[in-house]
């Protein structure tokens, strides 16, 4: 007797047309938000007295704000919960942190935890209608990987600012272990008082590289960072040239992360 081969598909439990929904409203609520800070809440702001630094400080305190309201709405309508460890180590003088990219929300976590950071961003947020005066206000550095933004970085860190970089550039493919590009380690040699690695988990996995928001998991997502310890630069730039030094930075994140993530 033949048996008629049949396809199983996996059950979409844990609420998912709810956290369909609250998703798509926590999209539509992030590009308001966006409009809201550009067209009304930094330019109030703008006219505060007081010198570009102390604007910039401002704004950024706004975003880190408005992203902490993000994270809380995103949590309460339980589209994922999230944890983190360590965040009272985040936003020192001169501290560049590092952090693997898993998916499209990391930014907005990481910016939630530290009032006063700078960041790089893709060039595309600058085009934005959403994003745009926000990124502008804050001084933010455009990721166009050129010899300008390696040095406009190493100075920011130089200054005393803190100094977010996701040194693989864009998202994580699924399934794939991060790959640094090694201009986060240029930079960090040539400006950082210290270094800090967080470590992120997104599980099950969402808004990937080429994931579009809608196809969300059949279960509730846990987005998890954890701050490691602080990593010395002496052992790598002492008597050896930059090129030199920043390939073994590079190699010796590449390896934490690889340790690091597969244990988490």
Same mark, same amino acid.
């Given at each position: 007797?033949?048996?008629?081969?049949?396809?199983?598909?996996?059950?979409?439990?844990?609420?998912?047309?709810?956290?369909?929904?609250?998703?798509?409203?926590?999209?539509?609520?992030?590009?308001?938000?966006?409009?809201?800070?550009? %067209?009304? &809440?930094? =330019?109030?702001?703008?006219?505060?007295?007081?010198?570009? $630094?102390?604007?910039?400080? +401002?704004?950024? /305190? #706004?975003?880190?704000?408005?992203?902490?309201?993000?994270?809380?709405?995103?949590?309460?309508?339980?589209?994922?919960?999230?944890?983190?460890?360590?965040?009272?180590?985040?936003?020192?003088?001169?501290?560049?942190?590092?952090?693997?990219?898993?998916?499209?929300?990391?930014?907005?976590?990481?910016?939630?935890?530290?009032?006063?950071?700078?960041?790089?961003?893709?060039?595309?947020?600058?085009?934005?209608?959403?994003?745009?005066?926000?990124?502008?206000?804050?001084?933010?550095?455009?990721?166009?990987?050129?010899?300008?933004?390696?040095?406009?970085?190493?100075?920011?860190?130089?200054?005393?600012?803190? %100094?977010? &970089?996701? =040194?693989?550039?864009?998202?994580?493919?699924?399934?794939? $272990?991060?790959?640094?590009? +090694?201009?986060? /380690? #240029?930079?960090?040699?040539?400006?950082?008082?210290?270094?800090?690695?967080?470590?992120?988990?997104?599980?099950?996995?969402?808004?990937?590289?080429?994931?579009?928001?809608?196809?969300?998991?059949?279960?509730?997502?846990?987005?998890?960072?954890?701050?490691?310890?602080?990593?010395?630069?002496?052992?790598?730039?002492?008597?050896?040239?930059?090129?030199?030094?920043?390939?073994?930075?590079?190699?010796?994140?590449?390896?934490?992360?690889?340790?690091?993530?597969?244990?988490?």
């Amino acid at each position: 007797m033949d048996l008629a081969a049949t396809t199983v598909k996996p059950q979409r439990g844990d609420f998912y047309a709810w956290r369909l929904l609250a998703t798509s409203l926590s999209f539509a609520l992030f590009g308001l938000g966006g409009l809201v800070l550009r %067209l009304l &809440i930094l =330019p109030l702001l703008g006219l505060w007295p007081g010198d570009r $630094p102390a604007h910039r400080r +401002r704004t950024r /305190a #706004a975003i880190s704000r408005a992203f902490h309201w993000h994270v809380q709405f995103m949590s309460r309508s339980g589209v994922l919960t999230y944890q983190v460890e360590g965040a009272e180590r985040l936003g020192r003088p001169g501290q560049m942190i590092i952090a693997n990219h898993p998916s499209l929300i990391d930014v907005v976590f990481l910016i939630a935890q530290i009032r006063d950071s700078n960041c790089i961003v893709k060039q595309s947020m600058w085009r934005n209608p959403c994003t745009r005066g926000a990124v502008l206000s804050a001084q933010y550095i455009s990721s166009d990987g050129g010899p300008d933004m390696l040095e406009q970085a190493a100075e920011v860190l130089r200054e005393g600012q803190t %100094l977010i &970089i996701f =040194p693989e550039g864009t998202r994580t493919a699924a399934g794939q $272990p991060p790959v640094f590009h +090694r201009g986060a /380690a #240029a930079i960090a040699l040539r400006g950082a008082r210290v270094v800090t690695p967080v470590f992120i988990s997104v599980k099950p996995t969402t808004l990937t590289k080429a994931e579009p928001w809608y196809r969300i998991p059949d279960r509730r997502v846990h987005v998890s960072l954890r701050v490691g310890e602080d990593i010395a630069l002496e052992s790598f730039n002492a008597g050896t040239a930059m090129p030199i030094a920043s390939r073994r930075l590079n190699e010796h994140l590449h390896r934490l992360y690889l340790k690091e993530l597969a244990s988490s």
